[in-house]
Each structure stands twice: as C-alpha cells, then as structure tokens.
C-alpha cells in the first residue's frame, strides 16, 4: 500500500482509537481507547488532539490526553510535540525515528489506502530501562 501522498491536511476530522500497548519489560499489556480529532489551525498547522482511557488489567482505567502539531516545513510536514519540540517528521509507509534522551522511539505511519479511510501508527520504544510498542488503529468516526 503506497501511503506517502497522505498529509496530515488529508485527515481532517473526528476519528475513533484503539491503542494497544505491550509493554515486554514490564510483561504486561495495556489498552488505550478514544476519540481523535485533527483541526486545520489559522496558522496553517494541523491540530491533532487525543482524549481517552487508559487500561492496564488489574487496574482502574485512566483518562488520558494529548495534544500534538504538523506544522508545514519547506516542502514536508513536521510533528512537534504541544510544546514545539520536534516529534518526527510526517513520512506516511517510511520508518522515522525520536531519539529522547537514553530511548529510541522507531516509528511507522500508514495512511489510508484508496477507498478504506482507516490509518494506523505503530511505534517501538527501546532503551536500558524500555521495551514496548503501541499500535494505534484509527477509524472514521461515526455520523450521527
């Protein structure tokens, strides 16, 4: 599935989650599930925002939320964090990477293919202290 021609302005919306976290130092697995919603700002950044809740088995869930940019560069898009730091550059089907201190986040954005308009994000975590990945599905939320 080719999927680099998505840019983030492609994927305006509200949208439905599902997280799965496997978190292989702590041999546990958590969910996470909610709402997505990515708004052109003003300023011609893409506002992407994420409500949910957090479950680990055994435990009470969490609410969880964060608040993340693509901001136009040049030619390309970048992700940065609520704060402006750099995330990882928009690259739809290519591997990106977020060095962060002693972790190394790997990165993968699938786009949607023609006709299906779900998308995914996978991530793997690696570090002396980390050993996880997070798969995100994304899915159009629905009208009505």
């Keep these: 599935m080719s999927t ?20 292989r130092a702590a041999t546990r697995r958590g969910t996470v599930a909610g709402r997505m919603r990515l708004l052109l700002e003003p300023d011609g950044r893409v506002r992407w925002d994420e409500q949910g809740s957090l479950t680990w088995p055994g435990e009470a869930p969490l609410p969880v939320s964060r608040t993340l940019y693509a901001v136009p560069r040049d030619d390309a898009w970048m992700v940065t964090f609520d704060d402006g730091r ?13 060095p962060c201190g002693p972790d ?6 699938h786009g949607p293919a023609a006709g299906n308009r779900g998308w995914s994000v996978m991530w793997e975590c690696t ?12 899915r159009p ?3 009505g």
């Design 104 to 109: 190394l986040y790997r990165g993968l954005v």
């Design 127 to 138: 570090s002396p202290a980390k050993d996880y990945s997070m798969t995100t599905l994304v």
């Design 141 to 143: 939320q629905p009208v």
């Design 4 to 23: 680099t021609s998505t840019a983030p302005t492609d994927l305006l919306g509200e949208w439905l989650f599902t997280r799965r976290i496997d978190d």
């Design 86 to 98: 750099d995330f990882h550059p928009w690259r739809p089907g290519e591997v990106v990477e977020h």
